[in-house]
């Protein structure tokens, strides 16, 4: 081969490797943090985690329910007797405190590999969501008006005594009040005045 | 001079060839899991000659039988479905199903009208890599999208996919040039069970208005239909969860009058079809197994027979051969999957794994 296929050839083979540098250095930088992963869909699942957490809610998406105790979680917690439950943190040690549920449902998740999951308890559901082989708490839904949120809001409570609680930094739309904290989102919707549903939700894509 | 033109042309081949080789190597084979990760591509591979093009997510390719309509009714169809399927991939897989036959119905299952906006690259990826390149697919593609998304990943996904390099398993080579056909004209097949023991309600919405954008590919169907004079079939398969809201029914119910289109939800007429939720679903009434799946496919078979008139194929020498193949690998396949049960308790090669590791705990 000549200079000149030579040098066609590195010129080709510098193109290649610039279109593959190119073309996803962001998700290379993303993929790097899934190289277990053996699909598209956990690894797109593990980077979309990785990519959206910043540097404070990364505390909040890493932390297991005991590393609660030790790391601060920026989100809106929900408290039920003695335990705390934050959003987009592994759901075992929480699943652990709250008992038996009264009753449970899995279905395969439509936005992860593995399992949904709903828990019921008295008062609320608790959902989550499948990562790694491990199970994060993807939202807190009331049921009913024995359970109220960390500040004192329950369903029936009134609009004005939630925006006495939280205050005007929220988003509205339709009647549904959404108050965002780290990667977390407290969902009041209002009817006639009157707060008729209450959700905790996990800030994560895919989730509905 | 010749002959530097032949080296260069042949360095440049080459090179191509060494991509594409590279490209197929890297993208994931949805061999062992994840199988509906095949069911675009599967169809280029079919005689394209169906009168019923079913499109939508998996309540079509996990509820709908194609060889029960061929054995109780005649009808030749295909599912062009896959995971989470968004409605605008629907829209433009139904445009592409078109340029290569011209069925006589399309049944499109309503879920997804529920999504006004991309979801997930996972699943965009699902649906839309096993896509040929077309004018559909970069409309697809574009439409699917989400923020951090760039559209010559799906033209050249070895953009996308490279990073797999340290992952490649035997599997990537085992079916780099040729993979096993893994559904039945579309659908998915399994047999286990799993009962319906909790149906979740659907938590209260603030709107319930299916989005714009969802309306605006739901027009552009019905116009497509009826454009190429193909009746549009509205369905909402009667799978129980997700929750369907009796506010988006009525939706449908208005669009379909409006339109002039028929709108069924079977939702409401399970008992009817003699659905029978303890043993005709596979993971807790999201999706029908196999026996859930031919009791709802003939049910809705009399209706395509019946009020649509679709004819009777099963005189017909030459498909009759085609679907006598289709049948005998239907068979195989469902006994294979009850030799798998019987031997692990649980359909191993058939993605039932998970699952059932989380039944054991």
Known sequence: MNKMNYQLLKFLMLCMLFLLLTGCGKKEEKDDTAKNNTNVEEAADNNQKNEETDKETEAASDASVSDNEEQEVVGYPFEFG??????????????????????????????????????????????????????????????????????????????????????????????????????????????????????????????E | MIRKILINISVITLAIIILALLQELFMPKYMS??????????????VKEHDVIFIGDCEVFSNVSPITLWENYGITSYIRGSAQQLIWQSYYLLEETLNYEKPKAV??????????????????????????????????????????????????????????????????????????????????????????NVIPKGRKLADYSFGDNSYDYLDKMTKLCKENDIELILIKSPSVYPYWYEEWDEQMVN????????????????????????????????????????????????????????????????????????ITFYYSMEEHQRSELEKYGYLKSYGAQAQEKEDER
Request: some cysteine; glycine content about 6%; aromatic content about 14%.
């Open chain 2, 107 to 196: 049944v499109f299952n309503v879920l997804s009208m529920k999504y006004n906006e991309p979801q997930k690259e996972a699943y965009n990826r699902l649906t839309l890599d096993g896509m040929k390149l077309s004018k559909s697919k970069i409309s697809a593609v574009k439409a699917s999208m989400m923020e951090d998304e760039q559209l010559i990943t799906y033209l050249f996904p070895i953009l996308r996919y490279h990073s797999r390099w340290n992952e490649l398993s035997g599997e990537d080579f085992k079916y780099l040039f040729d993979k096993d056909k893994l559904s039945h004209n579309g659908y998915l097949m399994r047999i286990d069970v799993k009962p319906v």
């Open chain 2, 255 to 326: 669009y379909a009058k409006e339109n002039n289109l028929t709108y069924i939800n079977f939702l409401d007429e399970a008992e009817e079809i003699g659905i029978d939720y303890s043993k005709d679903t596979y993971d807790g009434g999201l999706h029908l197994n196999l026996s859930g799946a031919e009791k709802f496919t003939d049910y809705f078979g009399s209706i395509l027979s019946n009020e649509f008139h679709l004819p009777d194929h099963r005189e017909d020498a030459r498909l009759k051969e085609i679907w006598d193949k289709k």
């Open chain 2, 33 to 46: 899991s994840i199988h509906e990760g095949n069911l675009v591509e599967e169809y280029y591979d079919e």
């Open chain 1, 82 to 207: 003695d335990v705390t439950i934050h959003m987009n943190t592994n759901a075992a040690s929480v699943i652990e405190a709250l008992g038996e549920p009264v009753e449970y449902f899995e279905a395969e998740s439509c936005a992860f590999k593995g399992l949904d999951k709903i828990y019921y308890y008295n008062g609320f559901e608790l959902s989550t969501y499948p990562m790694e082989s491990e199970d994060f708490i993807s939202s807190v839904n009331f049921l009913d008006d024995s359970v109220s949120t960390t500040e004192g809001i329950y369903l029936g409570s009134t609009l004005e005594e939630m925006l006495a609680a939280y205050g005007n930094d929220y988003t509205q739309e339709m009647g549904m009040y959404i108050y965002t904290l780290g990667e977390t989102e407290l969902n009041f919707l209002v009817e006639d005045g009157v707060i008729t549903a209450i959700t905790y939700l996990a800030i994560v894509e895919g989730l």
